[in-house]
């Protein structure tokens, strides 16, 4: 999650090419032209907002892959501060969601280590994903990881790239389109990282957060919803 040998340099979304789809750690990513959302409003990736694109990952729900198709951007609840340009924060929950039912969506970021076969790799965004994110509410808690203090931290987190991870849901919503409230979950070890990917399902990776097993970490709030169909 914190690679701080990488730095945040800009890569641009493609918003009117063609969509290209990228087989990579298991997972399909796709960016496509933009579209309109499901209120017919068209949208820029400003004030918490993404573009609207079409396109898929993978995710993982009660043992099993699950395809996620997106076609409308993130929201990023501007009424928490956030230092991204995409003002998507860590740390705090939205006070102000897109709708009024949603499901969660929990994502899991390797800490301190690279793993194989995510869902949304490193160094790529994945399709109606935020580009980076605010971690700064972070920085005391994972000073101790990466041997630093969390005033040196805090500039890295400020605007920081979205790191690889993986998507675990609790329900499939019949197959319909929703918004998703994203909260993460930190795991320091990758022989348990390995662990939660083979086991494919919330209720293996839950276990271990009521076991308050060490190299997990979570649930965090964000400010983050996205917004897809799981099949």
């Given amino acids: 999650m914190l690679d701080l040998i990488r730095r945040n340099t800009a890569r641009a979304i493609p918003l009117m090419a063609a969509a290209i789809a990228l087989s990579a750690g298991g997972g399909a990513?796709?960016?496509?032209?933009?579209s309109s959302d499901p209120k017919g409003e068209a949208t820029t990736a400003t004030g918490g907002r993404g573009p609207n694109e079409f396109g898929m990952t993978m995710g993982n729900h009660a043992g099993h892959g699950s395809s996620f198709t997106y076609n409308h951007g993130f929201y990023c609840d501007s009424h928490v501060t956030a230092?991204?340009?995409?003002?998507?924060?860590?740390?705090?929950?939205?006070?102000?969601?897109?709708?009024?039912?949603?499901?969660?969506?929990?994502?899991?970021?390797?800490?301190?280590?690279?793993?194989?076969?995510?869902?949304?790799?490193?160094?790529?965004?994945?399709?109606?994903?935020?580009?980076?994110?605010?971690?700064?509410?972070?920085?005391?808690?994972?000073?101790?990881?990466?041997?630093?203090?969390?005033?040196?931290?805090?500039?890295?987190?400020?605007?920081?790239?979205?790191?690889?991870?993986?998507?675990?849901?609790?329900?499939?919503?019949?197959?319909?389109?929703?918004?998703?409230?994203?909260?993460?979950?930190?795991?320091?070890?990758a022989t348990t990282y390995k662990a939660i990917q083979k086991h494919q399902s919330w209720t293996y990776l839950s276990g271990l957060i009521k076991a308050k097993n060490k190299n997990v970490v979570g649930p965090i709030p964000t400010n983050m919803f996205l917004f897809f169909a799981a099949h």
Avoid at 29 to 34: D, E, L, M, R, V
Avoid at 155 to 161: G, I, K, R, Y
Avoid at 173 to 178: I, P, Q, S, V, Y
Wanted: some cysteine; overall charge negative; hydrophobic content about 40%.
């Fill in 83 to 189: 230092a991204s340009t995409t003002g998507c924060e860590v740390g705090e929950k939205a006070k102000v969601a897109p709708a009024k039912d949603f499901d969660p969506l929990f994502i899991t970021v390797p800490l301190g280590f690279t793993a194989k076969g995510l869902d949304c790799p490193d160094k790529l965004t994945c399709v109606d994903h935020p580009m980076n994110l605010d971690m700064t509410r972070l920085a005391e808690a994972l000073a101790p990881v990466y041997k630093t203090t969390p005033e040196k931290l805090k500039p890295a987190l400020e605007n920081f790239t979205t790191p690889g991870h993986d998507h675990f849901i609790t329900t499939k919503n019949k197959g319909k389109a929703e918004w998703w409230d994203v909260q993460v979950v930190g795991v320091t070890s």
């Fill in 29 to 34: 990513i796709a960016h496509a032209a933009s």
